[in-house]
């Protein structure tokens, strides 16, 4: 019985694997860096998102082994004039079970003017690390070449590439469509192939924002996030009410997954916003799991230039 409860567990953890292998963010309307990179540059500033994660609080395995996600998400991105776009930058931290995901990705865009506002036009590249802890896996077949010695600490790099649009009228709506890991690139470990181990992703994304008549201190931005692997579809679908542009409150709900209550404000040049989600599926039956939690911390700022008015002499001499 044992020995099936550890079967369970792993060929769940390999679904998860490969069913989450770009990760699960609630504040996405917020993360637009990270799925498409055709928003580098868009604000016309040099913005910074951090997001930590912890999805899915008290989950363990048979063993007592911790194996819920842990994640944390760092994206830069800024307006370079000269290149006539934007420059962006994704630093990424996977914790899931055995198994830990790094990631970098580098981004440039191209912006123009389409009609009331601007599009982006962006590509991506990915350096892709991920690394499988096998000391810590029970064997159900004694011959497995990864487990056999006891397995080791296995670690491997991919590189893969991402394209986007993304299209934002300010303070209106915004509209994009990408697609990610589009190279499906592959790993080996103790030259066993897995492939593909980056499934490609698509991504559709759009927002508005609606002042409330008569009101305008008061103001509500639903927004819509579809992620597919053409094997699985999610969609994430939120709405958040703002009042003057400074506090925010909100609920999302996620297919198949969870619930989300969101809180946030902004201060200054920053963004601050706390997520809760309240499991729906069967992880958070049975006590299994207490849900998941994300803070996400935002700066931007933009650079002026000062010019100072220069004065020049001309004495002129007259005779």
């Known amino acids: 019985m044992k020995k099936i409860f550890i079967f369970l567990f792993l060929f769940f953890v390999t ?49 007592g082994n911790k194996g819920a996600p842990q994640t944390y998400l760092l994206s830069l991105d800024g307006a370079v004039n000269p290149l006539h776009g934007g420059l962006g930058m994704t630093i990424m931290q996977d914790q899931l079970g055995f198994e830990k995901n790094l990631g970098v990705k580098l981004s440039y ?11 982006g036009i962006g590509a991506q590249i990915g350096f892709l690390s991920k690394k499988i802890d096998f000391t810590k896996f029970k064997y159900i077949d004694a011959n497995d070449p990864l487990l056999v010695n006891g397995g080791k600490d296995e670690s491997n790099m991919a ?31 103790s030259g066993i192939l897995a492939k593909p181990t980056f499934a490609r992703h ?39 009410l ?13 297919t198949v997954d969870a619930i989300v209550v969101l809180l946030g404000m902004n201060w200054k040049s920053f963004h601050f916003g706390y997520s809760y989600d309240i499991t729906t599926s069967a992880l958070g039956a049975k006590g299994r799991s207490s849900g998941s939690h994300e803070i996400m911390i935002g700066y931007c700022f933009k650079i002026i230039r000062e010019f100072k008015p220069e004065s020049y002499k001309n004495p002129r001499f007259l005779s």
Not at 41 to 61: E, H, P, S
Not at 226 to 233: F, G, P, R, Y
Not at 242 to 254: A, E, H, I, P, T
Request: with cysteine.
């Open 109 to 119: 865009a191209y912006k123009t003017v389409a009609g009331p506002g601007n599009i």
């Open 242 to 254: 703002k009042y003057n542009n400074q506090f925010w409150g909100g609920v999302s709900y996620r």
């Open 15 to 63: 679904l998860v694997a490969f069913s989450q292998q770009e990760v699960q963010i609630s504040h996405n309307m917020f993360n637009h860096m990270d799925v498409n990179p055709g928003y580098a540059g868009m604000n016309d500033a040099i913005c910074a998102t951090l997001i930590a994660r912890q999805q899915w609080v008290g989950f363990k395995d048979p063993d």
């Open 159 to 189: 590189t893969d590439f991402a394209f986007g649009t993304f299209y934002n009228i300010p303070n209106k709506l915004y509209f994009g469509i990408s697609a990610t890991q589009l190279s499906q690139a592959e790993i080996t470990y």
């Open 202 to 240: 698509y991504y559709v994304e759009a927002g508005y924002y609606y002042p409330l008549p008569g009101n305008p201190s008061l103001e509500i931005d639903p927004s819509i996030l579809i992620k597919s692997d053409l094997a699985s579809t999610q969609f994430d679908v939120s709405a958040l």
